[in-house]
């Protein structure tokens, strides 16, 4: 299997979403493995190139093909960590190497909010896809207006983002469809315990931190009222949490187990807005990232770019790193890593637009 072809530009119909714990990925109307599409050694790209903290979220190498709708990668370094939930994907021929290069094919999955109109908090759980969110501060008195932007602290290491509709009162703001984003969190049962039998209604959850793969996600962020999902068990919340170790917590379940829970299980815990949580505003043009990204630039993309932030020392597969400097400028940065002709692009055009 060579290191790289020239397309980046293969079929990528339907939508993905992403299992971190797994490292499985579900399409949606994807036909993985069919001729002209996804195939094992191929890089996936969630999101699109040059897509912004909220577009894209890295790329990852295809280790298999479980069907049409269905393969797993090989790591998830070389993601940012975001949700990845019904997003448009993009399938390439660029460099293996690169996913898992701290300085490539990265998205740092942060955002700043410049001159922050409101820092606050909720005070009560929001479902997912809730439109109406209350928030502890004085939104209206802080001017926050239709179209500003929201960041949602949802747990330490995962933000999302949603748009303000509309303001009622002080402190209440209605956000456009859809909503408030799921958040999930991702953890394992522990290797040395025994199985959680069917009927039983507690679970024991650690944070991995051992493989390719450990969970990004600490215990403390789990709350009561978050709903766990593991295996076929679905449907249900937390009702209390329990430290049982550090680095583990006991989980007392609304219902009991429907499906026995083995060890080194992946269980998911999913929430809207958790009690608590730190929510901003800001206006739209306030978010900024760096994103590193490797694309195919054929010659008439070089061609483009010239006498552009954007320009290149020669078409092949190149990195590109797009940032906004301290003092708000937007910059750019390129490196070829494999000189040559005849890429065919269409994923990714560029320069970018």
Known sequence: ???????????????????????????????????????VGNVIRFGSAFGGTTGFFGDAVIASIGGTQSLRVHSTAGLS??????????????????????????????????????????????????????????????????????LIQAA?????????????????????????????????????FPTAAIGTNKIIVTE???????????????????AVSVGTNSGLTISTVNENFFGQR???????????????????????????????FGGTETLEGKESQVVGVADTGMANAANTSYALTASGWVGVTTYTDNEGVARVKSETFVAMSGISTGNTPYPPA
């Not at 409101?118 to 009560?124: E, G, I």
């Not at 051992?210 to 009561?224: E, F, M, R």
């Open 1 to 39: 299997m060579t290191l790289w072809g020239n397309n980046d530009n293969k079929l990528s119909s339907g939508t993905v979403s992403l299992n971190y714990g797994n490292k499985t990925v579900t399409g949606t109307g994807t036909t993985f493995g069919v001729a002209g599409n996804a195939v």
């Open 81 to 150: 960590g975001g949700q990845i939930t019904d997003i448009q994907y993009e399938i390439s021929e660029s460099p293996k190497y690169l996913p898992t290069d701290s300085g490539q094919n990265q998205s740092s999955g942060s955002a700043q909010l410049f001159e922050v109109k409101l820092t606050s908090n909720v005070p009560a759980r929001v479902a997912v896809a809730a439109t109406v969110v209350n928030v502890a501060g004085n939104a209206s008195g802080n001017n926050v207006r239709p179209n500003d932007r929201v």
């Open 156 to 192: 330490s290491r995962r933000q999302q983002f949603a748009t303000v509709h509309s303001v009622i009162g002080l402190s209440t703001v209605n956000l456009l469809a859809p909503g408030v984003p799921q958040t999930d969190l991702v953890y394992h049962t522990p290797n040395n």
């Open 208 to 226: 991995r931190a051992y493989g390719d793969d450990p969970d990004l996600d600490p215990v403390t962020d789990i709350a009561a009222g978050d």
């Open 250 to 280: 006991e989980l007392t379940l609304s219902g009991n187990l429907t499906q026995a829970v083995f060890a080194g299980a992946v269980v998911t815990i999913s929430r809207g807005i958790a009690p608590g949580s730190e929510i901003k």
